[in-house]
């Protein structure tokens, strides 16, 4: 496996405790009933979401990196393809919390098209990794 890759994939892991740590904080908003959280269905949901996009994503991300090396992509394209694919799961949680960041944010600010970017992004690197499989 390419440094890069490597290297990436360590980048990932090291992620899995910061979302670990997230879990943790949403269990304790819950448990110690804080205000702005269970009283505020929109930041509840889309924290709740960004939670469980960041710990699906991840390991999507370090899946694909397995397929990425595997490719008939030149060297480039698989750059492209690795950056894409693992953009999405920095880009999409990220735009679930930082669009409801205040307790009383009823609705998203624009920071929810971080969401659609790291959708995006996301839809791009796959596209290229099937293709590059063929």
């Given at each position: 496996m390419p440094p890069e890759t490597l290297s990436t994939a360590g980048v990932l892991l090291i992620t899995v405790p910061t979302i670990a740590f997230g879990g943790l904080?949403?269990?304790s908003h819950i448990m110690r009933n804080v205000p702005g959280y269970l009283d505020n269905p929109v930041r509840q949901n889309l924290w709740r979401a960004g939670h469980a996009h960041a710990g699906v994503l991840v390991l999507f991300a370090l899946v694909a990196l397995l397929y990425i090396d595997q490719t008939h992509l030149d060297e480039g394209l698989r750059r492209v393809a690795r950056l894409l694919i693992v953009s999405a799961p920095i880009l999409m949680p990220l735009g679930f919390f930082l669009s409801v960041v205040r307790p009383s944010?009823?609705?998203?600010?624009?920071?929810?098209?971080?969401t659609v970017l790291g959708g995006v992004f996301l839809a791009a690197g796959?596209?290229?990794?099937g293709i590059g499989l063929f």
């Open positions: 904080m949403l269990l944010d009823t609705k998203p600010n624009k920071l929810i098209w971080l796959t596209l290229l990794l």
